[in-house]
């Protein structure tokens, strides 16, 4: 009977590598905490805490570098966050409202000074033709004329 190459691993090898994936702990965050600010009181030596607590102390001083960073970021003010999808899509409406705002008041300009681009009839005044213009062009749903009228005689 022939032999099979070294290339698969002894069943013995497969079980000591899932018992130590197995083992492995993750820490949530809250722990990590802990662990690093009873570190930082002092009270007992790195050492002794991490034999406690059953990690190993790089583990600890990584911990509480990064614990340390996070807070500088957070004085510093740097509180950037990622958007929810909600306010990615409640942004992404009101960018839309706001464009089509936008198109209709430049609609509106072109239109205006195209009007007011002709010669001034007898009998009109600039302003007066504005205000007409304006009560033709406007919609009803959009400002009251009174309101627009305000506004184009104190510009």
């Known amino acids: ?22 083992t492995r702990r993750h820490f949530p965050a809250e722990e990590k905490i802990r662990i690093v600010l009873e570190g930082l009181r002092g009270e007992e030596s790195i050492a002794e805490l991490c034999r406690r607590e059953g990690i190993a102390s790089s ?10 960073e996070a807070g500088k970021r957070r004085l510093a003010g740097d509180t950037a966050r990622a958007a929810t999808s909600d306010e990615v899509k ?16 430049t609609l509106e300009n072109r239109l205006l000074k195209k009007r007011m681009a002709r010669p001034v009839c007898k009998g009109f005044d600039r302003e007066r033709r504005k205000i007409s ?4 062009i406007r919609p009803r749903r959009c400002l009251p004329a009174k309101m627009e009228i305000r506004a184009l005689r104190s510009s």
Not at 1 to 21: C, N, T, V, Y
Not at 59 to 68: I, T
Not at 90 to 105: G, N, P, S, Y
């Open 133 to 136: 213009l304006l009560q033709r």
């Open 90 to 105: 409640d942004l992404r409406r009101q960018a839309q409202a706001l464009k089509e705002v936008v198109a209709d008041l």
């Open 1 to 22: 009977m022939r032999q099979k190459s070294g290339s698969e691993k002894p069943p013995a090898e497969d079980a000591i590598r899932d018992i130590r994936r197995a």
């Open 59 to 68: 583990m600890y001083y990584g911990w509480s570098k990064e614990f340390l």
